[in-house]
């Protein structure tokens, strides 16, 4: 593949984590004011018209989903919906930093939970990357001291209903459009989180409040599709790493925005697991290679 190929992957995957993370500030940011479940059922309304609009763009819209689909697509859309509310609970109680350290482990546990679900192979030494990757979580998370709690937890949580929601989709037949998973997703988030809003009742937004939400949406739909982008344009063991310059983008921002700096057990953790997954990226590699 032409290095100028896995330099737009490597770009646009950086882009992506930048987007993502950006999206994650500003829902920090609104959610310290506004409701919770408000400023997601918000969000959600703009990510679903961005979907519904791509959709159509696309002719997602022709095709139709078998039984089977329809039943993943809805797994994947109630963890989804998990995923969601269990991350921006811990985001609005943690420090942006801290957070996508944790959220670091994700490849790792994706990688592991394949082997268990799907009967991946994966050998000796990228199963040592695992456990040693989840030290680091451990080491993140730091059971037993006074800087961990229940939200630390719910991220974690938050990991986990993401890996279910990443593995769900692999069954799915190749002609089902993205653009008609992620929409049957968002409307799902879109839908729950506006029965929370009922329960928990709505607050009228000021002007700044909704300028950040929607540059929230605005931010999560670009994440989504340079995300998309990237695994299509580049090699894909080499774009996949860069992924872990999200961390680097929450470190910055929580500082420039919230004032907060990880201490020195987080980075410490967080080296650990991005040692861990860049290691096993790097092991599937070498595999494919050999194969190949």
Not at 22 to 41: E, R
Not at 94 to 118: D, E, F, H, K, R
Not at 273 to 289: D, K, M, P, S, Y
Request: aromatic letters at 8%; proline letters at 4%.
């Amino acid at each position: 593949m032409p290095s100028s190929d896995n330099l737009r992957g490597i770009l646009l995957m950086c882009a992506s984590m930048a987007a993502f993370t950006i999206n994650d500030t500003f829902m920090k940011s609104v959610t310290l004011t506004l409701p919770l479940y408000q400023t997601i059922a918000l969000r959600g309304l703009i990510a679903v018209l961005g979907l519904i609009i791509l959709a159509l763009a696309t002719g997602a819209f022709r095709f139709r989903a078998s039984r089977r689909d329809a039943g993943l697509i809805l797994l994947r859309s109630l963890a989804d919906v998990a995923a969601t509310i269990t991350f921006l609970t811990a985001l609005l109680h943690m420090p942006l930093a801290n957070l996508s350290a944790i959220l670091q482990a994700l490849p790792l546990l994706i990688t592991l939970g394949a082997a268990l679900v799907y009967s991946d192979k994966i050998g000796w030494r990228r199963m040592t990357a695992i456990l040693v990757g989840l030290i680091g979580v451990l080491i993140i998370i730091r059971p037993g001291t006074e800087g961990f709690d229940r939200w630390s937890l719910l991220g974690v949580a938050s990991v986990a209903f993401v890996v279910v929601r990443d593995l769900s989709v692999r069954p799915l037949q190749g002609h089902l459009p993205s653009a008609i998973v992620a929409l049957g997703a968002a409307v799902a988030v879109a839908a729950m989180v506006w029965i929370g809003t009922a329960l928990q009742g709505w607050q009228p937004p000021t002007g700044w409040e909704l300028a950040r939400v929607l540059g929230a949406g605005l931010f999560l739909i670009v994440g989504y599709l340079t995300s998309v982008m990237a695994m299509r344009n580049g090699d894909i063991g080499l774009v996949a790493p860069f992924r872990y310059t999200s961390l680097l983008w929450a470190i910055a921002l929580g500082f420039l925005v919230f004032g907060n700096l990880p201490d020195g057990w987080t980075i410490l953790g967080a080296t650990i697991v991005i040692a861990a997954g860049l290691f096993t990226l790097w092991r599937e590699r070498q595999l494919r290679r050999r194969t190949a």
